[in-house]
Nanobody, 124 residues
Framework: QVQLVEAGGGLVQAGGSLSVSCVVSGRTLSHYAMGWFRQAPGKEREFVAGVTRSGITTYYGDSVKGRFTISRDNTKNTVYLQMTSLKSEDTGVYYC?????????????????WGQGTQVTVSS
């Protein structure tokens, strides 16, 4: 059974930086493309960033482009999301997700496995 566990969330001031990580167990990370999503209270889950199996290609949601960076280390079965220039609207629960899809998916329904989420709060 594939399990995803996020870590690294917390409270940060606007303009600051924060990194979150996701450790995958149960199967080798290289089997999956990975994504990060976030969900604010009362809002739908939003695509943040994705990375292909090899890590060569990354893609981002418009609201975070140029500020967030997704990366992966298949040898450590870990995916990372580095967040800079944080804004109050970046606040939410951040989820990592795994998929066997090869089409650079951006929809939550295209992902097969999910972590439990980690809270990121940006104070203004």
């Amino acid at each position: 059974q594939v399990q995803l566990v996020e870590a690294g969330g917390g409270l940060v001031q606007a303009g600051g930086s924060l990194s979150v990580s996701c450790v995958v167990s149960g199967r080798t990370l290289s089997h999956y493309a990975m994504g990060w999503f976030r969900q604010a209270p009362g809002k739908e889950r939003e695509f943040v960033a994705g990375v292909t199996r090899s890590g060569i290609t990354t893609y981002y949601g418009d609201s975070v482009k140029g500020r967030f960076t997704i990366s992966r280390d298949n040898t450590k079965n870990t995916v990372y999301l580095q967040m800079t220039s944080l804004k109050s609207e970046d606040t939410g629960v951040y989820y990592c997700a795994a998929t066997t899809a090869t089409t650079r998916p951006r929809q939550a329904r295209e992902y097969d496995y999910w972590g439990q989420g980690t809270q990121v709060t940006v104070s203004s």
